[in-house]
């Protein structure tokens, strides 16, 4: 807070002070005191995560015996890195087997909800019936219903159906413990923000470019898939990585639609099933609980930029 | 009707009047359909009928088909017993272009229709997918979860307010509301004030913003299991005689000479301590929309505070708080709806009634791992009502925004 110019030398007139050509913003900026503080924060968040990746790396009897932040007096002993842990983890703790079921859980529960929801963004966006308003309101609303308040009765439509008065109105398909019911959860659950992220881009797309190609005998279908969706790549990214995140890293749905079935298991559950049968095998919890952040970060570093841009649109997950 | 309404353009700003967007708004639902003159009271009854039903037609076909065809892949997907990898790569065929074949399909078949048809069951077929899966899978729930909860273990026999006494009477229950109230009003709070500092003093920094706003927002990427996981091992004890303290905390602790402490287990404390794994979390995403709302606070606003004598200090509290104020609510009431329904930590730590940090959406889990339905269906309506004023201010805040689109 101190890296304010006086004001009298911010003064044009002041000889001493910068040129008045400079960029008046960069004239407060560097100073030590935002650097110190923000260098400290920054190592203060990160020590929990490389304290993570250290230990994932440590062999069994070293990480019982001496915390791991001893590694830094001797970096380049190579005898104490291995990578039997991860070796483990893949193997015998079964996480090469609830990596590809997360796999199989995120993708299509990502790209599903996405195709809905740019037809339904494109409806309210650019065509024009009853009600439009009220449906749009009601779908923004919908954005912050807990999902715990949905997941016992879906649960019961896909183990027993549903009754109207002796009427069949879903029929009992044996659903749970399947990834066509979990991707149909996953759908749901992300419509609703996709929807309103979708509608708020593609609502302000020029109309001029919907008008003309209107008047060039284009109807809406052709419009939404030659014009709208690829000037919408930035928003649907957004929303993409989003949700892909989000399903990645969900432990509740998965632990209540795919829970008690060991062959379908995602990593959050076998992460958190490992966390209670081995609570303290660190060289265990730490390999895995890497396996489980990898794809996340590769994700999220590479497409930094449309994931805040998604965030910054104003995102609120139910 | 073809033909005869209005070009869907009000709303944009090139355009938009302001009194346009409003009018357009209110009058919308009284909105009489435009009938063409020449129509008898008898057949427009009835063609209001056929138009009812196409258009239901057409919002309920492709999502019952595109169920249809994904069930019928994936039970024969089932039985052939193939490996993951093709799963998913037939998974994302039929998902994403089985779908968008679906519309294609309903579109062409719209075409097909008689002109008059044609426009006003067209939009249906785009909406309708979405509004029928929200209400099988949001709507439809959320008043099955309220029934549920009047009624006993398994959701049959009524058994009245019993489960809602239950939630305001037990021990555990009243411990999770508590805690949950805490959860609602620290980590909101503490993420939002760490996120605008350093979103504000990130932004003074020479070069090298980006590495640190990256450095931050990383645990926004990972899972609350793995944040869990990795906090776990910065709080793990092991008591004299159960092998060397490698948790870091205790691990400074035994540097300093002091003796370690079992800190999840330490009442009422511990829940602040899990606390700080959410904050952890969450600082990133206050820190990053924070950041980009300074950002857009004009230079010469601040530069003729600071050329009037103000310091930073009352720059920022006088100019930059205020100037961002939407957005740090926007932040906030995110925060709030987060940390209402936290669940992962506390499940994932463990032993929440012995170390009692329950809270409510973990008792709600817990009720329904138990099989009972009623209880765990008065936990989530309680949950649901906590979140109705906040979805209210968030409807109204919605339609604002669309005011002055």
């Known amino acids: 807070m101190t890296t304010a110019v006086p004001v009298e030398e911010s003064l044009p007139t002041e000889l001493e002070g910068p040129p008045p050509t400079a960029d008046s913003s960069d004239v407060r900026k560097g100073g030590w005191a935002p650097r110190i503080v923000i260098t400290i924060v920054a190592a ?10 250290i230990t994932s790396f440590r062999p069994e009897g ?7 932040w001893t590694v830094f007096g001797h970096l380049f002993d190579t005898s104490q890195w291995t990578l039997e842990n991860y070796r483990a983890a893949l193997d015998t703790g079964g996480f090469e087997n609830a990596f590809l079921n997360s796999l199989a859980v995120t993708i299509p529960s990502t790209v599903i909800p996405i195709t809905i929801a740019a037809f339904a963004a494109y409806a309210f966006s650019w065509m024009d019936f009853r009600g439009r308003h009220v449906m749009f309101a009601a779908v923004v609303g919908l954005m912050v219903v807990p999902l715990q308040m949905a997941l016992i009765p879906i649960l019961r439509l896909y183990t027993r ?3 109207v008065a002796g009427l069949r109105i879903f029929p009992d398909l044996d659903l749970n413990g399947t990834f066509l019911g979990i991707w149909l959860a996953h759908t749901a659950f992300g419509l609703p923000l996709a929807v309103y992220l979708l509608r708020n881009y593609i609502g302000s797309l020029p109309s001029s470019i919907i008008e003309s190609a209107k008047i060039d005998g284009a109807d809406h279908f052709t419009i939404f898939w030659r014009l709208v969706v690829p000037l919408s790549v930035p928003a649907l990214a957004a929303f993409a990585i989003f949700q892909f995140l ?3 890293n969900d432990l509740l749905v998965a632990r209540i639609f795919l829970g008690g079935t060991s062959d379908v298991e995602v990593l959050t559950i076998a992460l958190s099933g490992l966390v209670g049968s081995r609570g303290e095998s660190w060289h265990l919890l730490t390999a895995a609980a890497f396996i489980s952040m990898v794809l996340p970060l590769i994700v999220f570093f590479t497409l930094q930029r449309y994931f805040v841009r998604g965030l910054t649109a104003g995102a609120v997950k139910g | 009707m073809g033909g005869g309404r209005r070009p869907a353009a009000p709303r944009i700003r090139t355009e938009g009047s302001e009194h346009v967007v409003t009018t357009a708004l209110e009058t919308e639902p009284e909105a009489p359909e435009p009938v063409p003159e020449e129509d008898e009271p008898a057949p427009r009854a009835a063609r209001a009928v056929v138009l009812a039903v196409l258009r239901l037609l057409g919002a309920l076909v492709v999502p019952i088909a595109a169920f249809a065809g994904l069930w019928l892949t994936f039970d024969w997907l089932r039985d052939a017993d193939v490996n993951r990898f093709v799963l998913v790569a037939v998974a994302i065929a039929v998902g994403v272009g089985g779908v968008f074949i679906l519309y294609w399909a309903m579109n062409r078949t719209v075409d097909h229709l008689p002109e008059r048809f044609r426009e006003g069951v067209r939009p249906y077929v785009f909406v309708g997918p979405a509004l029928v899966i929200l209400s099988v899978f949001l709507v439809y729930p959320v008043i099955n979860t309220i029934v549920v909860s009047f009624g006993d273990q398994d959701g049959q026999g009524f058994v009245g307010l019993e489960n809602y ?3 305001f009477t037990d021990e ?13 009003v620290v980590v909101p709070a503490v993420a939002t004030s760490i996120g605008l500092a350093f979103a504000t003093l990130a932004d003074r920094l020479r070069r090298g913003e980006a590495v640190a706003k990256s450095l931050i927002f990383l645990p926004m990427a990972i899972s609350f299991v793995g944040a869990s996981v990795t906090w776990r091992l910065v709080y793990s004890f092991r008591p004299e005689g159960y092998g060397t303290n490698i948790g870091l905390l205790n691990g400074i602790k035994m540097g300093l000479g ?3 402490t079992p800190w999840l287990q330490e009442r009422p404390w511990n829940n602040l301590l899990l606390m700080v794994i959410m904050i952890w979390m969450q600082t990133g995403f206050a820190m990053v929309v924070l950041s980009a709302a300074i950002k857009s606070i004009p230079d010469e606003i601040l530069e003729a505070a600071r050329i009037d004598g103000a310091s930073e200090m009352q720059v920022f509290w006088r100019i930059t708080v205020p100037s961002i104020a939407p957005t740090i609510a926007v932040v906030v009431t995110y925060m709030v709806i987060n940390a209402m329904k936290v669940f992962d930590i506390v499940f994932v730590i463990g032993s929440p009634e012995t170390n009692q940090t329950e809270v409510i959406a973990e008792r709600m889990i817990y009720w329904f791992i138990r099989n009972h339905d009623g209880r765990s269906g008065a936990i989530a309506v309680v949950l649901f009502v906590l979140v109705i004023p906040i979805m209210i201010w968030n409807i109204r805040r919605f339609r604002e925004q669309e005011a002055t689109r």
Not at chain 1, 62 to 68: A, I, K, R, S, Y
Not at chain 2, 172 to 184: A, D, E, H, K, Y
């Open chain 1, 246 to 248: 989000w399903v990645w």
């Open chain 2, 258 to 260: 002091m003796t370690p």
């Open chain 1, 161 to 163: 159906g549903a009754e």
């Open chain 1, 44 to 53: 203060i968040w990160m020590v929990p995560t490389v304290g993570v990746l």
């Open chain 2, 165 to 167: 006494r239950f939630v």
């Open chain 1, 62 to 68: 070293l990480v019982e015996t001496t915390g791991w």
């Open chain 2, 172 to 184: 555990s229950m009243l411990r999770s509301i508590r805690n949950t109230f805490g959860w609602v």
